[in-house]
């Protein structure tokens, strides 16, 4: 009866280790997808950025005084 015991407990440790070892590796694999989520968003938002200044670019290009200006400077 001692040897079923033994076996008993031998099987519960290795169990409790397989699911602290599935813990441990789906924690670091959360964690890596909270970083890529974070530089994602850092990138989003360079580029929302940039969007504004081209759009801004654009109207300083497009306006007539400005191109009503550059002519006269050229001048």
């Not at 938002?45 to 969007?51: A, P, R, S, T, V």
């Amino acid at each position: 009866m001692e040897v079923f015991k033994w076996i008993a407990v031998i099987v519960a440790v290795v169990m409790i280790a397989e699911v602290w070892k599935y813990k441990i590796k789906n924690s670091n694999q959360q964690a890596a997808t909270n970083k890529e989520l974070d530089d994602i968003r850092e990138h989003l938002n360079k580029i929302g950025d940039l969007e504004q200044r081209v759009q801004t670019l654009e109207k300083i290009v497009t306006d007539p005084k400005e191109n009503l200006k550059r002519e006269i400077n050229s001048l």
